[in-house]
């Protein structure tokens, strides 16, 4: 008897859950209805003209100058935003002075580490990647990007106080700008006044040496040498590692990286011993679209400022 009790007890819980279950789906569902309904009027009350995705998000994007670039994979996308209740309550908004930084990633999750400030507040908001994608690609440099969102389309880390759960949040956004790689890369040579680097046209690698010793012996392929190193992002100048490494050097035309990533290899391989160098190279020279160890988000150009010696 004391058995069927158990059983018969164990049922009802579950049919007690599950009972829940179907009523918070239900409550959750009315409540979307309500957001959607709740954007529609705060548009026609505002005389605003908003598309919308069969998500439920609603948008606006004005200011485009269709000369202008697109995000493409990999790009970094700075903006600034501002996020507000539809009674107009300020709930969130980016540090003044500071821009946000979005990664255009490979699929439909933005790229976001704490390390690079990258916003991960925002995260809430992933149509905003979508917006770029096909068959929309809307975002452009310079843009103006209005995002109403319904409750279902935002996050659980976007759930505060000043914005509980079930509410629609109105996200203005101004694209500040889109630099490719080679962009971000520019920037950071003429922001620290590097001279004298010779670019590779076919893969974008860059080399200057700082510290040349003609009169010393040319490192060969298939050589083992030790290299002393500082890594850099080119993104911020934050140092990700330093220290030596041991590195058998693979010849550049291969496809090879002999134990280091391409970009690496391919500039010791210009190196006498001795001698000290910055090497700069994309992220299709490096950690490519996954990055590295969590300090090296993906599609990342990267500098090295290295030594070769002898092992």
């Known amino acids: 008897m004391r058995g069927k009790l158990i059983l018969g007890t164990a049922a009802s819980i579950v049919a007690t859950m599950f009972a829940c279950k179907q009523t918070e789906d239900v409550y959750q569902d009315r409540k979307t209805l309500e957001n959607k309904t709740e954007i529609k009027n705060y ?50 908004s980016s540090q003044v002075g500071y821009g946000d930084v979005f990664i255009r990633s490979f699929n439909t999750t933005d790229i976001t580490t704490s390390g690079y400030a990258m916003a991960y507040r925002f995260n809430p908001v992933p149509s905003f990647e979508i917006l770029m994608n096909a068959p929309y690609e809307k975002i452009r440099e310079t843009d103006k990007v209005t995002l109403f969102v319904p409750w279902s389309l935002r996050g659980s880390g976007d759930v505060s106080l000043l914005a ?12 500040l700008k889109v630099r490719t790689q080679e962009e971000q890369i520019n920037d950071y040579v003429a922001a ?18 700082t510290l040349a ?75 490519g679209a996954t990055g590295s160890g969590g300090k090296i988000p993906a599609y990342s150009p990267l500098l090295f400022e290295v030594e070769a010696k002898r092992k």
């Open 192 to 209: 620290n006044k590097i001279l004298g680097l010779e670019r590779n046209s076919e893969n974008g690698l860059r080399f200057v040496k």
């Open 213 to 287: 010793r003609p009169d010393s012996a040319q490192i060969e392929i298939g050589t083992t040498l030790s290299v002393v190193y500082t890594g850099k992002l080119i993104r911020n100048g934050v140092q990700f590692d330093s220290g030596t490494i041991d590195v058998n050097v693979v010849d550049p035309k291969g496809t090879a990286s002999g134990g280091v990533v391409k970009g690496f290899n391919d500039g010791i391989a210009k190196m006498r011993y001795g001698e000290k160098a910055i090497i700069i190279f994309p992220s299709t020279l490096g950690y």
């Open 43 to 92: 548009l026609s009350a505002n005389k605003l003209v908003a598309d919308s995705l069969n998500s439920g998000l609603f948008y606006v994007v004005s200011n485009a100058d269709t000369s202008l670039q697109k995000p493409q994979i990999g790009d970094e996308v700075t903006f600034s935003y501002i996020a507000r209740r539809l009674d107009g309550t300020i709930i969130d």
């Open 164 to 175: 509980p759960l079930y509410i629609p949040i109105r996200y203005d956004i101004n694209i």
